[in-house]
């Protein structure tokens, strides 16, 4: 199993431009997120998803969207890019289970917008 | 909402010594509270969670301690190796697996002294 897999790892985008971080896992997970990452703020929460179909904000969702019609991928698009929107981007799944939550990160996509 | 507090930013310790890293939370309606520990690069790892009806939980050399009614909860490691070194992440949800997220602390840069 591949896990949760983020495309693309890297990704250098001009102030305005519109971009998709792709977000897909095989676990199965009922429950798909994303963070942002920036210095010395920890990872905060920009839009969440209990099941395909459902989805809503978190902490910092101003200038992102996202959807989710499948319950494997969950993409995060950015529609007019903006230098405050340089950060490292996670994309995560869990489950609600008795064995436990099995939440699990993806290795990052790094943006910056010039 | 949710308010995760981590302390201390910076912890240097000898090999060999034990390192513990607190966080405090605010929502009395948490009630899962996960560790991760993030290798520069990556993303974060799960190492150790617990539930708000257990009061400590160990896995070898790591160990978690909750207190829910002075709500704060610890990560105790011992006989800490040179491997060890990383930023570590306390983290906290209302919604058992993290079906709304996950709340986060802004991180610990463990430093193992050799």
């Known amino acids: 199993n591949a896990g949760v897999t983020q495309t693309p790892k890297f990704q250098v985008l001009k102030t305005g431009q519109s971009m998709t971080l792709q977000c897909a896992q095989d676990m199965n997970h009922e429950y798909m997120s994303w963070y942002r990452q920036d210095p010395g703020m920890g990872l905060r929460l920009i839009h969440y998803?209990?099941?395909?179909?459902?989805?809503d904000q978190g902490e910092v969702p101003n200038g992102y969207n996202v959807s989710r019609s499948t319950t494997e991928d969950f993409p995060l698009r950015l529609l007019s890019a903006a230098p405050s929107q340089t950060s490292v981007y996670f994309c995560?799944?869990?489950?609600?289970?008795?064995?436990?939550?099995?939440?699990?990160f993806g290795s990052g996509t790094r943006l910056t917008v010039v | 909402g949710e308010n995760v507090e981590q302390h201390p930013s910076t912890l240097s310790v000898q090999e060999g010594d034990s390192a513990v890293i607190k966080c405090t939370y605010s929502?009395?309606?948490?009630?899962?509270f996960p560790w991760y520990k993030q290798e520069l690069g990556k993303g974060p790892q799960l190492i150790i969670d617990i539930r708000s009806n257990v009061g400590e939980k160990k896995d070898q050399r790591i160990a978690v301690t909750l207190n829910k009614t002075a709500k704060h909860f610890s990560l105790h490691i011992t006989e800490t190796q040179p491997e060890d070194s990383a930023v570590y992440f306390c983290a906290a949800s209302t919604s058992g697996g993290g079906a709304d997220g996950l709340t986060f602390g802004k991180g610990t840069h463990l430093i193992i002294q050799p």
């Open positions: 929502d009395s309606a948490s009630n899962y």
């Open positions: 995560a799944s869990s489950y609600q289970g008795q064995g436990g939550y099995g939440y699990t």
């Open positions: 998803s209990v099941g395909a179909g459902i989805t």
